[in-house]
């Protein structure tokens, strides 16, 4: 079956630290990769999107991600994280036509 | 404003007394979701449907159910609510799996408590 880990259950960085959450997944062929985010007490929000052409893609409040084919990933990075990047961080994969799969998340603390 | 909708956002209730939540969608999207969201586990999906009138099973569809009589709404129903139905729902639409750029958009969610 299709899966997507993420590799870390809870990040804790300083302001002003650089910020990378991986996501692998497990599919072959051509994919759609998405990053959300869940900030405390809300809904999910898209980050980001991948689809095809540039595989480094720039989304909301800095983020940016690269996707690896080779490799089966799609990192999410920031430079230099605010306080107020404290959420949880979800990568998600579809196929063309099929549903979305979620990977289990990764809480991001980011101590002021 | 494009958004998704649901109601209620909080609920507690009790084992057996059934319940609706419903989720609407404004954006004339074909598709719509339910997930429920357990800490460690992420989103699991609950039930689909690509359109009206056709539904179909997620990853965990066990305790729930669904109806599309329209487009625009798609309402999660517990006929029996059990405690391991305490979580967080999620509602989501999407144009459609047809569409190349397709993307997933959620409700605000709503978090159940069964006793």
């Known amino acids: 079956a299709q899966s997507v880990s993420q590799h870390n259950h809870h990040v804790i960085l300083s302001e002003a630290a650089s910020l990378e959450l991986g996501c692998n997944y497990s599919?072959?062929?051509?994919?759609?990769l998405f990053w959300y985010v869940q900030y405390p007490g809300q809904h999910l929000q898209l980050l980001l999107k991948?689809?095809?052409?540039?595989?480094l893609v720039k989304g909301i409040k800095g983020f940016e991600a690269e996707f690896i084919k080779s490799k089966f990933s799609f990192n999410l990075r920031k430079p230099s994280v605010q306080w107020s990047d404290t959420a949880e961080y979800f990568c998600?994969?579809?196929?063309?036509?099929?549903?979305?799969?979620f990977g289990p998340g990764t809480r991001l603390s980011v101590l002021p | 404003e494009a958004q998704v909708t649901q109601n209620p956002r909080y609920l507690i209730t009790v084992t057996g007394k059934k319940l609706t939540v419903t989720c609407s969608q404004n954006?004339?999207?074909?598709?719509m979701s339910w997930y429920r969201q357990d800490p460690g586990l992420g989103l699991r999906q609950i039930y689909y449907s690509m359109n009206v009138e056709v539904t179909d099973k997620g990853d965990v569809p066990e305790g729930y159910k669904v109806s599309r009589k329209e487009k625009r709404n798609f309402p999660l129903i517990l006929e029996s609510p059990s405690p391991n139905q305490t979580s967080l729902y999620f509602c989501?639409?999407?144009?459609?799996?047809?569409?190349?750029?397709?993307?997933?958009?959620f409700g605000p969610g709503t978090r159940l408590t069964v006793l």
């Open positions: 599919y072959g062929g051509t994919v759609n």
């Open positions: 954006m004339n999207h074909e598709y």
């Open positions: 991948y689809f095809s052409g540039d595989p």
């Open positions: 989501a639409s999407r144009a459609g799996r047809g569409s190349r750029t397709d993307t997933q958009y």
């Open positions: 998600a994969v579809t196929r063309y036509g099929q549903n979305f799969v």
